[in-house]
């Protein structure tokens, strides 16, 4: 089992920046790719952001590139997701996941394990 709680959101304005955590616990760290999704109200839950296992490798919908930035720290079980020149279309419930995998992937979809998710809500 892998615990992953998310930290960081909050209310900001179109333009501004936030920075979102999520802390692991369980199984090694360093086993699994790490992803954000996220979901707004009435839609589906939609990839963001992947970082594979060591880190080297990062994918990024269409919607974010450019603007947002995720990474790791195995050393502290960590991965953030910094988010800039927010949009109001960024407005969701962002959610950590991990997928268990051997090799150097950054998959959409398919993950083993969820946090709770965190609000982050852009104002225009």
């Known amino acids: 089992q892998v615990q992953l709680v998310e930290s960081g959101g909050g209310l900001v304005q179109a333009g501004g920046s936030l920075t979102l955590s999520c802390a692991a616990t369980g199984r090694t760290f360093s086993d699994y790719a790490m992803g954000w999704f996220r979901q707004a109200p009435g839609k589906e839950r939609e990839f963001v952001a992947a970082v594979s296992r060591a880190g080297r490798r990062t994918h990024y919908a269409d919607s974010v590139k450019g603007r947002f930035t995720i990474s790791r720290d195995n050393a502290m079980n960590t991965v953030v997701l910094r988010m800039n020149s927010l949009k109001p279309e960024d407005t969701a419930v962002y959610f950590c996941?991990?997928?268990?995998?051997?090799?150097?992937?950054?998959?959409?979809?398919?993950?083993?394990?969820w946090g709770q998710g965190t609000q982050v809500t852009v104002s225009s």
């Open positions: 996941a991990a997928d268990y995998t051997v090799t150097g992937a950054t998959p959409t979809h398919g993950y083993d394990y």
